[in-house]
């Protein structure tokens, strides 16, 4: 590690000072333009002196002058070749030292490696040497014993013999003390074990004798009762009636007088087998319940098949495949790698909350075992115990109390007392711990589930308090460039962001390290509106400008003759070159401008289609009047060549290009083809996949939904219609195909009148209550009154801020009103509102609504921006309304699409925000660990947050304005943001009049306790996602 630590060192001292020989060099080439610069203007005014002096000597001046100008060019050329020299000299020094230290590092790392050696041998060598010292030992060991035994050793010595006899005698007696010892030990606590078990056996044993003693006791007692009383019966109804009136002898005369009582006929119904049999049922009840837990939890046991790491298998299969190959390939395993992210936090999910589920099945397993083992002795013993204690406690309490009135022994009055106190504390002490395990098998959060919403939205605001964003350094601000960053994407693999700029710039950088991957050819100058990477990550780019312009350009790296271009930092960076063009002006030549303006393209998507070489040649292309058309390149990449037809069918179409004399032509649009993988009977249909004609409206998302033949597209009036590649679909008249479904989206619930033939808005009018209970015609005054008072200029604001003001409790004072069909008057304004407040602090959106009573129809908004989430399954819509009590702003609703019922789900979310260009948002899905989507809504105000489970606004981060602002040093954010998401980890963020993009990072400070009680909830929050 010191190692590479002093490489790295080396390696930033070489940029460092390279660096600083580029910074002196600009030093050294300004001092020169300086330099000439001055000598210039010397000789221009000496120029001019020589104009004005009288002509004398002409020649001789201009020799004069050629001559300076000569010696003034020797000297700049001396001087550079000195400078040349020495910064040559200079930096061959720096090489020299650079490889000097690499060299001496170099023998470091060998003499490092030998010293390395060298002790390991060393090693070796001392624990052979000891090994062998020991055998050595052991063996000589052996030989005296055995020589001593058969006496072969000659020594004269007696002493010395007898000295070597008691060495060994007395080793082996210490060995041997040594084993016993041992072996004692262990016979000892088997003994122990042995003695424990028996005992314990045999108390059990007395008390289950002591208690069938007692029992048969009782049940004899029982059953003489049961005999006597039925002996008492044989006499008659009568006598029984006189001993209850007193004429007959006392009952306990009667009993003692009764000798004839069979002690057989009473105890042969008595069984005392039947508590035990009891026991061996609920034991065997118990065990069952085990098995039926045990294998509960082997079901849901997880394993992670995400534990065998990539070590570069498919690496030597890739580099032996063709570029175009690996172009699918690339495609198959970003999909796969997608699908695997999004299924692991899945899982991880799952297993988080299956991992309480096995904690709280073992702990239920452990008390149903506790409960058992419990009745198990408890139905033998808990009756004998508490009457032997009863017998135990009595005799104790008797022989205190003659002690304590004797007065002979007080010591044993203070053992009783103390003893007394022992167990009070005892009893205490075991309260205290029963009711710690019980919190422990029985925690709060396993109460959780039962939970109502408005507690769960509680719980999920606390665990949002501890969220918090911090800055990470992606791209700064430079104040020099005068261009913006206008739109960015992130790819698909999450590996790559590309970034659009106002003055018609498109780069790509690496998400994590923020360094320039491609640099994009571009011809248009103008803002980038929309940036869209193909599906294979990084092999194709669209790029939309402002003026409606497209450009698709591919990755060039492996086209012969194409060199990577450097970046500012010596990195070289990979060539997307112009793969074609598309200018919708050129489409619509010889046209009307208001058609052209209808055709203006104002947004993009590559579609699925795909060839075998890995290029997505078709693209769709939604217009400013609504119409979608496919467009095609009839390029085609092969063997390093553009060619100008495709050597393939690519989805089977025709393709239409600006070479087609007519745009479109009618004979290209109906076209045969043939499907390989058709049966023989099958026919080839007639199937026209060029334009799809029915919005009247922009056109703001297009969505390609489970497969390359069906997508959906919205348009800014809130219709959302489903197109499918079907030959039924297709309309002669119009020329293209029509949708599948439609939907609408509304700003107020709405139905379908029949009868009138029209759709009619029911809107939700609140106006104020008398308080004295007048009927409907003074509500109906107070209507046109309010009326009256907004037809003023500013009158209906100032109004109803008045009214807010002056009636703190306005909720009480507001009352529900249908449409009223008096009022003629065209134009009349009400204040409407979505829902009252729960709480007096809670912010309630007020707003206006322009109604015209004639035509039954409210004002509607319109829809900015789409995004698709959760595998196409939904679609966040953001509409953005007028706010009619404030013209400064503007009222936003979020609502949700669910692609596969076609419908809107119930919750939407509304929020207020000042009037600017756009409001961005993005959807992270599958945030941990709640398991659901959340909404990043960059509003002027700050970053809010939104959970799309229950509408709640949860966290509003505006501190990144403050970041922006210190690092851009601008006076004012000018709104117009771009907000990016990084799987549940990283969000981006860009604004306008600023070149820099900002990362930020979501940290999670909550503790494990809060997550475990958000996972026990999670079905909770995806039950209500899914309303």
């Known amino acids: 590690m010191l190692e590479v630590e002093k490489l790295k060192k080396i390696d930033q001292e070489y940029q460092e000072k390279k660096r600083e020989l580029q910074q002196q060099k600009s030093k050294i ?3 020169k333009i300086q330099k000439i610069e001055e000598e210039q203007k010397r000789l221009a005014q000496k120029l001019e002196q020589l104009i004005n002096e009288p002509i004398e000597n002409e020649q001789e001046e201009m020799l004069k002058l050629v001559a300076l100008k000569r010696r003034v060019a020797e000297a700049q050329k001396q001087e550079m070749m000195l400078l040349e020299e020495q910064y040559l000299k200079k930096k061959e020094l720096e090489i020299q030292e650079n490889v000097r230290k690499k060299i001496e590092l ?47 050793l000659n020594i004269d010595n007696e002493k010395e013999k007898q000295q070597i006899k008691d060495i060994l005698v007395e080793q082996m007696v210490a060995d041997q003390k040594e084993k016993e010892n041992i072996l ?22 007395r008390e289950l004798n002591d208690q069938r003693f007692q029992l048969n006791q009782e049940g004899e007692q029982l059953l003489i009762k049961k005999a006597q009383h039925f002996e008492l019966q044989k006499n008659g109804v009568e006598f029984m009636s006189n001993i209850e009136q007193g004429y007959a ?8 007088n009764m000798q004839n009582i069979n002690e ?10 039947e508590i035990t049999e009891k026991a061996k049922q609920i034991a065997l009840k118990g065990n069952k319940k085990i098995e039926s837990l045990k294998q509960q939890l082997n079901e849901f046991s997880i394993l992670d098949p995400y534990t065998k790491p990539y070590k570069g298998e498919l690496k030597p299969i890739i580099q032996k495949m063709n570029p175009e190959n690996v172009y699918i390939a690339r495609l198959i395993v970003d999909w796969l790698i997608e699908q695997a992210i999004r299924q692991y936090l899945e899982k991880q999910n799952i297993y988080e909350a299956t991992k309480e589920k096995q904690q709280y099945i073992q702990e239920k397993a ?12 408890e139905i033998n013993y808990v009756s004998i115990r508490d009457r032997i204690f009863e017998k135990v406690l009595n005799k104790i309490i008797r022989e205190a109390a003659i002690e304590i009135a004797t007065g002979k022994d007080q010591k044993v009055k203070e053992n009783i007392k103390q003893s007394t106190k022992d167990k009070q504390e005892e009893h205490e002490d075991q309260d205290q711990e029963e009711d710690k395990t019980i919190l422990k098998l029985y925690p709060e959060s396993d109460c959780i589930n039962q939970l109502g919403t408005q507690d769960i939205i509680e719980i999920e605001k606390q665990y949002w308090k501890s969220i918090t964003l911090e800055n990470q350094k992606f791209i700064s601000h430079n104040s020099r460039n005068k261009y913006f960053v206008s739109a960015i994407c992130i790819s698909f693999n999450k590996e790559f962001i590309a970034i659009g700029y106002s003055n018609g710039l498109v780069q790509v950088f690496d998400t994590f390290t923020s360094q320039l991957v491609a640099i994009v050819e571009q011809n248009q100058q103008k803002a980038i509106k929309q940036v869209i990477f193909a599906y294979d990550n990084i092999s194709q780019l669209i790029a939309l400008d402002e003026d409606g312009n497209v450009t698709v350009n591919y990755n060039a790296t492996n086209i012969k003759g194409n060199k990577p271009n450097k970046n500012k930092e010596d990195q070289y960076a990979l060539n997307f070159l112009l793969y074609y063009d598309l200018n919708w002006k050129w489409i619509t030549r010889g046209g009307k401008a208001n058609v052209q303006d209808d055709l203006k393209i104002v947004t993009s998507i590559f579609h699925p289609g795909i060839t075998f070489t890995g290029v997505q040649p078709s693209i769709l292309l939604g217009c400013q009047g609504g119409l979608i058309m496919k467009f095609n390149s009839n390029k085609d990449l092969y063997q390093n060549q553009i060619y100008k037809f495709p050597i393939h069918n690519v989805i089977n179409t025709h393709i239409i290009t600006n070479y087609d004399v007519e745009f479109p032509s009618e004979n290209q649009n109906l076209i045969d083809f043939k499907d390989n993988y058709a049966s023989n009977n099958q026919k080839p249909p007639n199937i026209f996949r060029e334009f799809f004609v029915e919005h009247k409206a922009k056109i703001v998302q297009i969505f390609f939904i489970n497969k390359p033949e069906t997508f959906i597209s919205i348009d800014s009036k809130g219709y959302i219609y489903y197109w499918i590649y079907e030959k039924e679909q297709y309309n002669v ?25 029209k759709v009619v808005t029911e809107s939700m009018y609140y106006v104020p209550k008398e308080k004295k209970g007048k009927d409907d015609a003074d509500n109906l005054k107070k209507i046109e009154l309010a009326t009256k008072e907004m037809t ?72 900015y921006e789409c995004q698709i989430v959760s595998g196409n399954k939904y679609i966040y819509i953001e509409q953005v309304y007028p706010h009619k009590i404030d013209t400064d702003l503007v009222i936003i609703q979020f609502i949700r699409f669910d692609t596969t019922l076609f419908k809107l789900k119930k919750v939407k979310i509304s929020i207020e925000s000042p009037v600017v260009d756009g409001v961005d948002f993005t959807v992270v899905e599958n945030f941990t660990p709640f398991g659901i989507p959340y909404l990043f809504v960059l509003l002027r105000q700050g970053l809010m947050i939104i959970s799309c489970a229950t509408g709640s606004k949860l966290q509003l981060f505006d501190q990144y304005f403050n970041d922006i602002i210190q690092e851009a040093k601008l006076n004012n954010v000018v709104f117009g943001n771009i907000i990016k998401h990084l799987l549940d980890q990283f969000i981006f963020i860009c604004v306008s009049d600023c070149n820099g993009v900002y990362k930020y990072h979501i940290v999670d400070s909550n503790d494990s306790e809060q997550k475990r009680k958000i996972l026990s909830n999670q079905l909770e929050f995806k039950r209500l996602y899914s309303i």
Do not use: C, W
Request: net charge positive; aromatic share 10%.
């Open 106 to 152: 170099e023998k470091i790392l060998e003499k490092k490696k030998e010293l390395n050696d060298q002790f390991r041998k060393t090693k070796i060598e001392l624990d052979m040497i000891e090994q062998e010292e020991l055998n050595r030992k052991n063996q000589m060991k052996k030989y005296i014993e055995k020589a001593l035994k058969h006496d072969i």
């Open 366 to 377: 452990k008390r149903l075992q506790d409960k058992i083992n419990q009745a198990s002795n």
């Open 264 to 273: 057989d006929e009473y105890r042969k119904d008595f069984d005392i087998e």
């Open 733 to 757: 008249k119009s020329n293209g195909y029509k949708p599948k479904s439609k939907f609408k989206v509304y700003k107020k619930s709405s139905y379908n009148n029949k009868k009138q033939k």
């Open 792 to 863: 003023k200029d500013q009158g209906g604001s100032l109004y109803y801020k008045k009214l807010i003001e002056e009636n703190p409790t306005y909720e009480n004072d507001l009352i529900q009103q249908t449409f009223i069909p008096n009022l003629q008057n065209i134009a009349d304004i009400v204040i409407t509102k979505e829902q009252f407040p729960t709480e007096s602090d809670q912010d309630v959106i007020f707003y206006k609504g322009r109604v015209n009573y004639k035509t039954q129809k409210f004002e509607k908004g319109y829809i």
């Open 184 to 205: 004692g030990e262990i016979q000892a606590v088997r003994q122990q074990q042995k003695d424990k078990i028996k005992f314990e056996f045999q108390q059990k044993l």
């Open 29 to 31: 080439n300004l001092t």
């Open 249 to 256: 002898p006392p009952i306990e005369y009667i009993l003692q």
